[in-house]
């Protein structure tokens, strides 16, 4: 096997639903792919399989599925092939939670249609649970759901564990990264089937640690592992500062070399209380930086995703995808996989007039227009970026697709649907059929309420999730500029309260100047935020503060969204 950074790796997280537990005998009756890629959900595939077997009750009852509601369903040979598809990319991976049990239904199944090759590396997410979690920590898919904060939905479809087992193996990588410093997909297929042979008694010099230990809270914050003169050699985050610090703490949880070399060196701990979970992660970044800890993976990688990028040092700026946040060129996104910013930054060039070629023009290069010039997807700087009116009307492209980015759709739809009007009227039907599907595919984007992408530093939103502690109450993060300014744990009941209230005024309604240059830290800060938004926004709403005329727009859009959570 080719050695790739397991973040590379095409997982494809599979669940299924059967009528029994034997696959030679009993068969399919829900199935479900789910890509991971580069830390986040990807693509996604789930349908119901005739099994031409009558489904148990206790089945139909867990899983919600009648057998009047597989009587119509696909058969397997439609169903398969299909499914097939999300192993297309290169470095798939096949993971399953008991993962043995999916995957010899899976196989089963091929066969029985005549597919025989299906041979993939596998990755077992309750393994890897085994040899990174405490003993005492319960490892089903729920149980874990619930110790990582994960909202489930839809359990016991294939689809809704799917989803589960897909953000539990996030989490899961990211520790075997940072505390084992396992970076590739290879280390991570042998220590998967590592022996359990780590139980220890606890040592004796975490005994005067103990009286420390009882008075952690159970709150977000940063901890901190010291060595006997007082020098921090460890620095990290977590949801609840009392259960994660004393894990290190429990027999059966030193599990690698390294974290048994981190705790026969720890002589003290000190710890610093967050509102949230994303504060956390924002000190323990502020804090590595600043102390370099001996025991901090140097080579921990943060998870990238994809932003559409418009340059600010170019004469000619086109629209580009790139992974990472590295200069003062506006950048718009996260999107939540790669094919996502492909189909965005499709409809641009499909639609707008910037460049798409290479060419670098300066006064001293001439170049030859090229075929987008005849198809009028380009204003043709090659030849025209003389003109006295030029630089203008480039400009106004760039801004009409930066309004198209930040939502304002409407104007593009209606311009291609009076061309598909013309088309049609000219007998055209074939680019009257390209307008109808440019048409559907900028709908299906931007007429979800989520989908609004302002420029990074331009990024104004309230966010609410769940409290996962206490089912009445929610959680409300006020974002101005991309940063979180403000942080409420409330009642759902209680939303217009007055304190919150003052801080939407403040925050929204100030009359602040947008920044235009962004700090190395700014960035970094940006970055922990994007991931962390991420991993928790699909669990809540998300209200952006531009799509609201005033203040009282505003509150009244946050009361309708906790309603609906």
């Not at 025989?116 to 990174?132: G, Q």
């Not at 985050?237 to 703490?249: D, G």
């Not at 610093?272 to 504060?279: A, K, Q």
Request: glycine share 2%.
């Amino acid at each position: 096997m080719k050695e790739i950074n397991f973040w590379d790796a095409n997982f494809v997280v599979v669940d299924v639903e059967t009528t029994g537990n034997l696959p030679t005998e009993n068969r399919i009756i829900d199935i479900a792919a789910v890509n991971v890629k580069s830390g986040d959900l990807d693509k996604e595939y789930s349908s119901l399989i005739n099994p031409h077997q009558f489904i148990p009750p206790f089945i139909s009852q867990m899983t919600n599925i009648s057998n009047e509601a597989v009587f119509y369903a696909p058969e397997a040979i439609e169903v398969m092939p299909k499914f097939l598809k999300s192993f297309d990319n290169a470095n798939s991976v096949f993971v399953a939670h008991n993962a043995n049990f999916d995957l010899s239904f899976v196989q089963e199944t091929l066969k029985r249609i005549g597919i025989f090759d299906f041979n993939y590396p596998v990755i077992d997410t309750l393994k890897l649970a085994r040899r990174v979690l405490n003993d005492t920590q319960k490892k089903s898919v729920g149980n874990l759901a619930q110790f990582f904060g994960i909202k489930v939905r839809n359990r016991h479809t294939a689809l809704g564990d799917a989803k589960a087992t897909a953000k539990i193996l996030i989490y899961l990588l990211e520790i075997i990264e940072e505390e084992h410093e396992i970076t590739s997909l290879e280390e991570l297929l042998s220590f998967q089937n590592k022996k359990l042979s780590f139980l220890t008694p606890k040592p004796e010099n975490f005994i005067h640690l103990q009286n420390k230990l009882q008075t952690l809270p159970d709150e977000p914050g940063v901890y901190y592992f010291l060595d006997k003169r007082k020098k921090i050699i460890y620095v990290g985050k977590a949801k609840k500062l009392k259960s994660r610090v004393s894990s290190y703490f429990q027999p059966g949880n030193i599990s690698s070399p390294k974290l048994k070399e981190l705790t026969n060196h720890i002589a003290d701990l000190k710890w610093v209380e967050t509102n949230n979970e994303l504060d956390a992660l924002l000190l323990e970044a502020k804090e590595i930086k600043a102390n370099q800890p001996k025991f901090n993976f140097a080579g921990r990688r943060t998870r990238r995703f994809p932003f559409l990028k418009i340059s600010t040092s170019e004469l000619f700026p086109k629209v580009e995808i790139v992974f990472d946040i590295n200069d003062d060129s506006e950048y718009y996104g996260p999107f939540t996989n790669k094919s996502y910013a492909e189909e965005i930054q499709s409809i641009i060039d499909k639609n707008f007039q910037l460049v798409k070629c290479d060419h670098k023009f300066d006064k001293s290069t001439i170049n030859e227009p090229c075929l987008y010039l005849q198809l009028d997807l380009c204003l043709a700087p090659c030849i025209k970026r003389y003109e006295s009116d030029f630089a203008a009307k480039y400009e106004l492209e760039i801004d009409k697709i930066k309004k198209f980015l930040s939502g304002f759709a409407i104007k593009l739809v209606k311009l291609l649907e009076a061309k598909m009007f013309q088309y049609s009227q000219s007998l055209d039907f074939e680019k009257a059929d390209e307008m109808k599907k440019a048409i559907f595919s900028i709908k299906s984007i931007f007429n979800n309420t989520d989908n609004f992408f302002n420029s990074i530093n331009q990024q104004n939103f309230v966010l609410i999730l769940p409290n996962f502690t206490e089912e009445k109450l929610m959680d409300i993060f006020l974002f101005r500029f991309n940063k979180l300014k403000y942080h409420q744990t409330i009642g759902k009941k209680d939303v217009t309260n007055n304190l919150l209230i003052d801080n939407i005024n403040k925050i929204y309604f100030n009359g602040l100047e947008i920044p235009k240059n962004l700090s190395s830290e700014e960035i970094e800060e940006i970055k922990i935020t994007n991931s962390w938004l991420n991993q928790n926004k699909e669990n809540g709403k998300v209200i952006y503060f531009e799509k609201h005329k005033n203040q009282q727009d505003l509150i009244s859009a946050i009361e309708k969204a906790s309603k609906e959570l």
